[in-house]
């Protein structure tokens, strides 16, 4: 979400004089941090580790270490919440995360669940344990809106199909010659759908010239439901017809 979050002791006091100085204040109506959970898992999963998200990404700051001492330190929630909320509206500008990548009422529910679960031990449970782990219809035209949507994959990937342009990782445009490739199939599997089906859940397993391990999250066998992964393969696989 920032370059470098810092401790809650440093930050809130620049926060203040910046929301002081605009006139407004930072306020906390009832948030929903299931929805919370669902919009960090499309828009910040791929960037910033979180335990409870079974997010891994390396881009932007590990959350659970960037507030890990705020927790010893008996630091409320709120104020947490009250952070995150704030830098997803004025993120580092020396940074990659733009601002305003959820607003409004989707800004503080983000805020809530990562105010809720960062530095804590232990899994999510009920409500949240489903919240990105949905069965779902396996086709195409779902498997797309996961693409992208709770997925996150477009902010990646290049793929003309979803009208995507990430750069991060591979154009998966190329994706069928990609899998054909001997050292590919010997490790993902010999047809496209198992290579895709790998390469959603075991990206490390094989990692194209180019490209280095590390970036995409290795979890999303955990973070989406075997139909969601199904539905992903469905619809990759069509756009390679």
């Not at 960090?40 to 580790?49: L, R, V």
């Not at 601002?99 to 530095?119: E, I």
């Amino acid at each position: 979400m920032v370059k470098s979050l810092g401790r809650i002791s440093t930050l809130m006091a620049v926060a203040v004089i910046a929301v002081t100085v605009g006139g407004c204040s930072i306020k906390h109506p009832t948030a929903n941090v299931v929805m919370g959970k669902k919009l960090f898992a499309t828009n910040c999963a791929s960037c910033h580790t979180l335990s409870h998200a079974n997010s891994t990404g390396t881009v932007g700051p590990n959350l659970d270490d960037a507030f890990r001492q705020d927790r010893v330190d008996g630091v409320k929630s709120t104020s947490i919440q009250g952070l995150v909320d704030y830098w997803i509206q004025f993120p580092n500008t020396q940074g990659v995360m733009p601002a305003m990548l959820v607003k409004g009422q989707d800004a503080q529910n983000v805020a809530a669940y990562v105010a809720l679960v960062a530095a804590r031990p232990g899994q999510d449970t009920g409500a949240l344990a489903a919240a990105v782990a949905a069965k779902v219809n396996p086709t195409p035209a779902v498997g797309k809106q996961i693409f992208t949507g709770v997925g996150g994959c477009g902010s990646c990937h290049t793929l003309s199909a979803a009208g995507t342009t990430g750069t991060v990782g591979p154009n998966l445009n190329t994706l069928k010659a990609a899998c054909a490739t001997p050292a590919s199939q010997q490790a993902r599997g010999a047809t496209l759908e198992k290579c895709i089906e790998t390469a959603i859940t075991d990206p490390y397993k094989y990692i194209p010239a180019g490209y280095k391990s590390g970036i995409m999250p290795n979890t999303f066998g955990k973070t989406l439901s075997p139909s969601q992964i199904q539905a992903l393969v469905a619809f990759l696989s069509s756009t390679q017809q």
